[in-house]
């Protein structure tokens, strides 16, 4: 199944090669594959992932790994934000 993923600012990085100079990328999943797949697949820090939003919805750090993406989903993970 496609998903969009998109990685926010520094997690930017974590998409495929072929991406650097984009936030988005069009991924191939097999059916079933869940949040926390994808972000193992991809190699992002568990808790890196502080932000996790599918078609605009909040999903739960501890949901992740039991909510299973369906075909033509947008997955968008965003990292903590710091300031000062």
Avoid: R, W
């Amino acid at each position: 199944m496609q998903v969009t993923l998109k990685l926010f600012a520094s997690l930017a990085s974590y998409l495929p090669s072929n991406k650097k100079n984009s936030i988005e990328a069009d991924i191939e999943l097999a059916d079933g594959s869940t949040i926390g797949d994808v972000i193992s697949l991809y190699k992002i820090p568990s808790k890196s992932a502080h932000l996790v939003m599918v078609n605009g919805v909040y999903i739960k750090p501890e949901e992740c790994d039991q909510y299973a993406l369906k075909s033509n989903d947008a997955l968008a993970i965003c990292p903590p934000v710091a300031g000062g």
